[in-house]
């Protein structure tokens, strides 16, 4: 199993919608969780961190964390053409005594005029 | 405040040559990270730096791939010896503490072509 999940998509949703994007994890003990957005060519851009369970909202964005079931959400509401990237998740594990971040392999979302 | 620079940002590279990829921290990170993506792939670790220490190198292969970061100046991700599959993004990313909310800021990576 690997040790963060996401559907690779694509995600196509209209202009205006709102976008879901899903990340499962394995490490229990994980504490700290992250979206990250890439534009095709570009770097990994952090737009979203959260630490505990519930929502934290930013502007459009909003992290959704169940630690119970070790899964981190992100919605996008009234998705617009320019948020068509990849979205990343990334958890921060507890590994050989220091804390690594860990990556999926992102969710490519189009939304679409 | 300066984000994370890389450097070169395009290398061009034959088979057998040598790659030198460098990363200049965000002003005040003294943690480093370096991450190879394929193409249509994920974020791969390869290595994490503190000055003068290698902290952790589990991502990285164990031949021909080297990484540093001294006590002045950036850290250096170099490649000897170069082959087609080491074709990649390599992206490098600081963070100014190491901790249960490290956050972690990347530079705009390194696109190298190996021919």
């Known amino acids: 199993q690997k040790e963060v999940e996401q559907n690779s998509g694509p995600l196509s949703v209209p202009e205006g919608a709102i976008a879901s994007l899903n990340c499962t994890y394995s490490?229990?003990?994980?504490?700290?969780f992250f979206w990250y957005r890439q534009y095709s060519g570009k770097s990994p851009e952090l737009i979203m961190s959260?630490?505990?369970?519930g929502d934290k909202e930013d502007g459009r964005f909003t992290a959704q964390l169940n630690k119970a079931s070790q899964y981190v959400s992100l919605l996008i509401r009234d998705s617009q053409p320019s948020d068509s990237a990849t979205y990343l998740c990334?958890?921060?594990?507890?590994?050989?005594?220091?804390?690594?971040?860990?990556f999926g392999a992102g969710t490519r979302l189009a939304v679409h005029p | 405040n300066a984000g994370v620079m890389q450097n070169p940002r395009h290398l061009v590279r034959r088979r057998g040559q040598e790659a030198r990829l460098r990363c200049s921290p965000m002003?005040?990170?003294?943690?480093v990270y370096w991450y190879r993506q394929l193409p249509e792939e994920g974020l791969k670790f390869m290595v994490y730096?503190?000055?003068?220490?290698?902290?952790?190198e589990s991502g990285m292969p164990k031949e021909r791939f080297s990484a540093e970061f001294p006590k002045e100046g950036p850290s250096i991700l170099r490649i000897q010896q170069v082959v087609r599959g080491d074709s990649a993004a390599y992206f490098c990313?600081?963070?100014?503490?190491?901790?249960?909310?490290?956050?972690?800021?990347f530079g705009p990576g390194t696109r190298l072509l190996v021919l």
């Open positions: 002003k005040g990170h003294s943690h």
């Open positions: 990334a958890v921060l594990v507890l590994s050989g005594g220091y804390n690594k971040l860990i």
């Open positions: 990313a600081s963070s100014p503490l190491a901790g249960s909310q490290e956050t972690q800021y």
């Open positions: 959260i630490y505990s369970n």
């Open positions: 490490d229990r003990g994980s504490q700290s």
């Open positions: 730096l503190q000055k003068e220490n290698i902290i952790d």
